[in-house]
């Protein structure tokens, strides 16, 4: 079983997109970076539309950035999940830490609504070991009774002792365990490893799951919020720029969320709101830690109105352990309006557990607006539903009985689906459910067929439908939105009604009819068999948006509706269509995998996708004014005409030789192997260069460019660099290349981060770059720290997998702006540095230091050490007094799989300790 060193280094915060800008922005003042604008733009195409109840009459296109407009899903999902032009340059955490299972959203070839199996349930949790006890006999009749521990953790009495010290000596799959301070306050109880095993659990999920959770805020995708807790993660003055703001956003990257919540509470005396999203492993862990003990300080609580929190558990009683300690603070508990429990969209093999599970009925919040649980969980773990809660989501959740609902007469949405099925009922709905406006059921859990009484409802999901069952279907009068996720669609279903506006039908097969759609203005269809596909979309007369993914369309003498501005196309055989098919004021295409040889384009398209086709030869886009082109994987185009009005193009994975294009503010040519980047003459407003895999063996730029701000020019083949005739670059890539020598005269002085990991560097010399604030020169060739030349400007170091052996003041001082220092697998034996106040992070895994070998001191205090992780080393014991005295208060210390007999005392200005081992 692999071993989890989760904990050690994160950056503060994450960003939600995968543009190349700067990890950074700690300066003292804050200031947001021009480059939220320049993210690539890959056609993330969407027709704001109102969809519930607003007049979409109404429409406009956005063109959105991919990079700058990612969800909240994206943007705090580790690993897998954010992917960047410049890779670790967006982040400083090591890049072989466990990830997290891929997300549903970023699966691909998956069926959109599916039961994974189940037949060992998810898993309930780890059988955690008991926080304190008296008795101690092994570890089997522990795990047959944790599950009794009722006791809080904030209450241990005086015989308490931690069992961790007897469990390392036992023959026992319990891997992990998180120690408690030993000071008052104490929110850490044990963290103890499921005894199910690394392999991830598999869970079910749906489309729905999916859906409420990547949208449980809203549409709200905290960019600002990200931004502006990247300015507050270090700065210790006020920042005037807070003023006015009224939301306050900690996910799983901010890992020190006090820091931020101070920031924005010395800025003003505006209360706000506080967004919690966290996914629990060990980072998340912690940070609820913190702030659970952050908000027992009663007025900073006071300065908080409403909270809204999204939580994603590896394991059911991660969940109820969770509750459990969120109801110890009531007031805190009670300012809860959004609460979203879901339990398997993220695997860690190690499970985080905090504690045993009290297995008592859960009293909601009594404020509560919405509820979303998801997997695992069962109504009956919780007792009567607030009465003015408004939203409730119910995915695979046992007890689910319509009489719980009886009392809520303000609840207007309505979520339920599931392998469980509705106990026996009337036939009937209840009579509130006649108020919902917006409702999904799986047929499992539907009392009938007939919806027309619901005159209230303007969005209707169904799923797994039958024949039978859609034949006799009704819909609300004033149904605008309706969803079939699954379903089999009778000939016979009756009509849509006219008020309909927004169409989908997800997988499933819908039998050919003569349908009315008049009015629809958004139709999707995916993954549906439908052989009168081309019939029902020439029916929508006032369609805006077409959105068809691997479906069948007959294109011969097909015409798409007069009214059309976006389409989108995925899979679908398009070979053979007509320029004609497309209506002359569409301004969004999105052709990808249709076999098309033909460039099919509009006068008025603002933005063009026709990625993985057939293209060839010379693509004239010169009367074609769209901002955003993505030609990608059409392997043999060779040349590329653009209108200057065309600001974004991406051309990867294409055999193009030149480029036309004057407008340009950012190009990537990844893996253009032909590309001739010696002839290509740079338009002036560049702002962002991608060449990647471009077998470059030297950049030499001739022309100076004061435009060029990022540029990626990882995984070639280049010895050398020269990038001085850009004297306004910021963020440059270097990785996985060839380069012996990391020296400053190939840089120009605006440089504020690079990324060099992977090369043959022996030796770096930075000296006189003085704004250098970011630098990875992990996995090179370095055998010395003496061989690091720094500015003292640097804010984050990221030197793994070198060779230093030795870390000694006479040959290295860490830079005094430095908050984030990784030094992990570089076989150091010996350590001895001096720490300057504003260092947040130290990581050292996997070295070779024991307690003998390893010391710590302070340049002055306070210290901002929040997190210290020595796992995987040698150390039989710790001296705690390095890291204790005034000033010094640590979030975590990790002394994971080290080689301890016994449980050493923790001091009580360490929130937690990690002790385990394998």
Not at 218 to 223: C, Y
């Amino acid at each position: 079983m692999s071993s989890i060193t989760k904990g050690h280094v994160k950056d503060v915060i994450t960003e939600a997109g995968t543009s190349c800008q700067s990890p950074k922005s700690g300066s003292s003042s804050y200031k947001l970076r021009s480059g939220d604008d320049l993210s690539a733009r890959i056609a993330s195409i969407n027709l704001v539309e109102g969809l519930d109840g607003n007049d979409t009459g109404k429409s406009q296109v956005n063109v959105k950035s991919s990079g700058a407009e990612k969800t909240v899903f994206h943007a705090h999902t580790e690993g897998v999940t954010i992917t960047s032009v410049k890779g670790s340059m967006k982040n400083t955490e090591n890049n072989k830490e466990e990830n997290p299972e891929q997300p549903l959203s970023e699966r691909k070839n998956m069926s959109v609504f599916m039961t994974m199996d189940l037949s060992s349930g998810l898993p309930g949790s780890p059988p955690p070991y008991k926080s304190y006890t008296t008795h101690f006999k092994d570890a089997q009749i522990i795990k047959a009774n944790s599950v009794e521990s009722r006791n809080a953790v904030t209450k241990l009495g005086e015989n308490r002792f931690n069992p961790v010290s007897k469990t390392l000596s036992l023959e026992t799959n319990v891997r992990q365990f998180k120690l408690s301070s030993t000071g008052p306050h104490c929110y850490s109880p044990l963290l103890a490893h499921s005894p199910m095993g690394d392999a991830p659990q598999k869970a079910q999920t749906d489309i729905w799951i999916n859906s409420d959770y990547e949208q449980f805020f809203g549409i709200n995708t905290f960019k600002r919020e990200i931004e502006l807790a990247k300015a507050t993660r270090f700065a210790d003055d006020t920042i005037s720029d807070l003023n006015g703001e009224l939301k306050i956003y900690i996910n799983t990257r901010i890992i020190n969320p006090d820091k931020v919540i101070d920031a924005y509470s010395k800025s003003d005396s505006n209360n706000r709101d506080l967004y919690i999203d966290l996914i629990l492993n060990n980072s998340g862990c912690n940070i609820l830690l913190q702030l659970m003990k952050y908000f027992k300080n009663e007025s900073k609580l006071n300065r908080i109105d409403s909270i809204y929190v999204r939580i994603s558990a590896s394991y059911v009683n991660q969940v109820k352990v969770l509750m459990n300690l969120l109801i110890e603070n009531d007031a805190f508990y009670q300012k809860i309006k959004s609460l979203g429990l879901f339990v398997g969209l993220h695997q860690y093999g190690n499970g985080y557990v905090f504690g045993s599970a009290v297995n008592t009925s859960i009293k909601l919040p009594f404020s509560l607006e919405k509820l979303v649980i998801a997997n695992g969980l069962s109504l009956a773990d919780f007792a009567l539903l607030p009465p003015n809660i408004q939203e409730i989501g119910l995915y695979n959740v046992d007890g689910v009985n319509f009489s719980r609902f009886n009392l809520n007469k303000y609840l207007k949405h309505l979520s339920v689906s599931g392998n469980a099925s509705l106990p026996n009922t009337s036939g009937k709905y209840p009579k509130g459910f006649l108020d919902l406006e917006r409702l999904k059921l799986d047929a499992s859990f539907m009392a009938n067929c007939d919806f027309k009484r619901f005159t209230h409802l303007s969005t209707l999901s169904l799923s797994n439908l039958s024949f039978a069952q859609t034949k006799v279907v009704t819909f609300p009068v004033l149904l605008r939105k309706l969803e079939l996720v699954d379903c089999f669609i009778s000939s016979q279903i009756s009509s849509f009604p006219d008020t309909l506006r927004v169409l989908s039908v997800i997988n499933g097969k819908w039998s050919s009819k003569t349908c009315i759609l008049n009015r629809v203005q958004r139709f999707k269809v995916e993954n549906c068999e439908v052989k009168d596909l081309h019939e029902k979309i020439e029916s929508c007369k006032s369609l805006l948006r077409l959105e068809v993914t691997n479906c069948f369309i007959e294109v011969n003498k097909f015409k798409f509706p007069h009214s059309l501005k976006v389409v989108k196309l995925i899979n679908v055989e398009l070979s053979g269509i007509k320029d004609s098919a497309f209506p002359p004021k569409l301004e969004v295409m999105n052709l990808e995998a249709n076999g098309i040889d033909t460039l099919l384009v509009k006068p008025n398209l603002k933005a063009i996708r026709i990625a993985s086709n057939k293209l060839a030869g010379e693509i004239n886009l010169d009367g074609v004014p769209a901002q955003d082109v993505i030609l990608t994987d059409n392997s043999k185009i060779e040349r590329v005409v653009l209108n200057s009005q065309t600001n974004y193009l991406n051309l990867s994975d294409t055999s193009v030789v030149s480029i036309i294009g004057h407008g340009l503010t950012k190009l990537i040519v990844d893996g253009c192997k032909e590309f001739k980047w010696q002839e290509f003459k740079i338009p002036s407003q560049l702002v962002q260069l991608s060449m990647k895999e471009c077998d470059l063996v030297e950049f030499d730029s001739k022309e100076m460019n004061r435009s060029l701000r990022s540029i990626d020019l990882s995984r070639n083949k280049l010895t050398r660099v020269d990038l001085r005739n850009f004297p306004e670059i910021h963020d440059i890539d270097l990785s996985n290349n060839s380069i012996s020598k990391l020296q400053a005269e190939g840089f120009p002085l605006s440089t504020t981060s690079i990324n060099a990991k992977n090369n043959l560097i022996t030796e770096v010399g930075l000296i006189i770059l003085t704004k250098l604030e970011w630098l990875d020169i992990s996995e090179n060739e370095l055998t010395s720290i003496s061989e690091l030349g720094l500015p003292d400007e640097l804010q984050t170091l990221i030197a793994n997998d070198n060779e230093f052996k030795e870390i000694l003041p006479d040959a290295f001082q860490l830079p005094s702006n430095i908050y984030n220092l990784e030094l992990n697998r570089c076989k150091i034996t010996t350590f001895n540095l001096s720490f300057p106040p504003k260092l947040m992070i130290c990581s050292l895994i996997e070295n070779q230091l024991q307690a003998q070998s390893f010391s710590i001191s302070f340049s002055s205090a306070p210290s901002n050490l929040k997190f210290l992780d020595l796992s995987s080393n040698y150390f039989k014991s710790f001296d705690f007094g390095m890291i204790s005295g005034d000033g010094i208060e640590l979030s975590e210390i990790n002394l994971a799989n080290n080689m301890f007999e016994e449980v050493p005392k923790i001091p009580t200005n360490i929130l937690s300790v990690i002790l385990f081992k394998t």
